[in-house]
């Protein structure tokens, strides 16, 4: 199979996450193109690909814009051929915060109009050591609402790798 994967990303977790899909798709024997969603070459040919895994990270409640206008440009095709989508968060990693990640897809699949095949909400990354004040107090306060549950002294990863694997594994079953 030929597969596209597009990724957004602001601190750069999701291009770790989608560089990650992209090796293990190929090692599953599939042709794969990786691309940022926020430098896509205009002459990309979407017809040419079997499948379809957009992946995109969450800051104020939303997924990238770049990513959204991309899908919402594309879905008719996205909704025709086997599509999956990787949902990256902090609430997603935080148990009570769950239904708060899927709100945030909810939001994105109602203003872009793709149904995805598959979805995944997955856990991101924390690096405060490169956070600006405001960052920092958006995530502590607002993001973590004073959980206590993650320290903002040191950097943490939340992604399941485990999880992310089976999920494309089941992914590329269904879209075989
Ligand atoms: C300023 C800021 C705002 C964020 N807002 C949210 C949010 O509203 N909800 C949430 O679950 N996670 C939020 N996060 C956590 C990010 O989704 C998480 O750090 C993710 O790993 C970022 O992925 P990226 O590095 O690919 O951009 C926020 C993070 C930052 C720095």
Redesign the pocket.
């Known amino acids: 199979m030929n597969v596209l994967i597009i990724y957004g990303?602001?601190?750069?977790?999701?291009?770790k996450?989608a560089a990650w899909t992209a090796t293990h798709v190929r090692e599953r024997g599939h042709r794969v193109e990786l691309f940022d969603g926020g430098a896509l070459a205009s002459d990309l040919k979407l017809g040419a690909f079997h499948a379809f895994i957009i992946a995109s990270?969450?800051?104020?409640?939303h997924h990238q814009d770049t990513i959204t206008s991309f899908v919402f440009a594309h879905h008719e095709l996205l909704n025709a051929r086997p599509s999956a989508f990787i949902s990256?968060?902090?609430?997603?990693a935080l148990d009570d915060?769950k239904p708060?990640?899927q709100k945030?897809v909810d939001h994105f699949v109602s203003v872009t109009g793709w149904h995805p095949s598959k979805t995944i909400l997955l856990g991101?990354?924390?690096?405060f050591s490169e956070?600006d004040y405001?960052?920092e107090q958006?995530?502590k306060f607002?993001?973590m609402k004073h959980s206590g549950a993650v320290s903002p002294e040191r950097d943490h990863e939340f992604t399941d790798w485990n999880a992310l694997a089976d999920f494309v594994d089941g992914f590329l079953e269904t879209a075989g």
């Open positions: 990303t602001t601190e750069g977790q999701t291009r996450i990270s969450v800051h104020q409640k990256v968060s902090l609430s997603a915060e708060e990640a945030y991101g990354a924390l690096r956070y405001f960052q958006f995530v607002v993001v």
